[in-house]
């Protein structure tokens, strides 16, 4: 299986995608995961991405596109989930014509679809464990208690100003992407409301439905 996740941001698809790689064995290519692997480890993409990442804005394509095509590259994945890219019709055209060149392509794009609201209740109610990067939601999956309440973070990024900011980066730069993969044929809608098992079946149907 190749397969993108789309959708805004706080919309589950980290949380999806963990589920469908346990349970299919894919790799998992998350540029913000790698992004934020590159702050930690204050390397200089790292250093130069958390600046548009902590505002809410795009770290630049040129920058993700080498982070793609090292994760995609390097773990020499043929079956693949890529979490949060491509985010452009630039990136969503670079993909195209990357893994066309390897002989591949996306099988599929999951669109995630719910509203306004609900993206803001998961993103400021969202807490990360800080060693791990484990994601917390305070109502729907709180920190178990034997976890240390310092090592619990907010993200930079899911404070109300840079919400806002993702918000309106993702209708400008993000949505054409689903534009661009609805003219493939590649789009697969998925209603994200609902419990986390409830949503992961509804992806696995559309999987099943187009023999994926
Ligand atoms: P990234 O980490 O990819 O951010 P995002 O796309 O905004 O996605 P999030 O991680 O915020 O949310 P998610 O959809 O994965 O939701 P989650 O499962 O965590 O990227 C961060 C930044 O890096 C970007 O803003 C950008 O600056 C940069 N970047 C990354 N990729 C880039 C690219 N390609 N180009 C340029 N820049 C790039 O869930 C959210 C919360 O909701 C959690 O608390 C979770 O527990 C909870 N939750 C999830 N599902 C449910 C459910 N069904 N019911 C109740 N709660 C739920």
Not at 23 to 46: D, E, F, Q, Y
Not at 174 to 187: C, I, M, N
Request: proline content about 7%.
């Amino acid at each position: 299986m190749r397969i993108a996740l789309f959708g805004p941001p706080g919309a589950g698809k980290g949380t999806q995608a963990k589920l469908l790689v346990e349970r299919h064995g894919l790799c998992h290519i998350s540029t913000g995961n790698i992004l934020r692997a590159a702050i930690k480890k204050r390397t200089p993409v790292g250093l130069e991405a958390k600046k548009y990442i902590d505002a809410g804005q795009l770290v630049p394509d040129a920058v993700v596109r080498d982070l793609a095509e090292d994760a995609i590259t390097e773990q020499d994945c043929r079956l693949f989930i890529l979490d949060g890219y491509p985010r452009t019709v630039q990136q969503a055209r670079w993909l195209t014509s990357f893994l066309d060149a390897r002989g591949t392509s996306l099988e599929a794009v999951i669109f995630f679809t719910l509203p306004d609201d609900v993206i803001v209740d998961r993103l400021s109610k969202r807490r990360m464990h800080r060693e791990t990067g484990e994601n917390y939601h305070l109502d729907h999956k709180p920190p178990p208690p034997d976890v240390d309440p310092a090592l619990i973070v907010q993200r930079p990024d899911d404070k109300p100003e840079a919400i806002r900011e993702r918000l309106r980066v993702y209708k400008e730069q993000t949505q054409p992407v689903e534009d661009y993969y609805r003219r493939q044929g590649l789009l697969l809608e998925v209603d994200a409301v609902g419990d986390f098992e409830v949503v992961y079946e509804r992806i696995e149907d559309v999987l099943r439905v187009h023999a994926l």
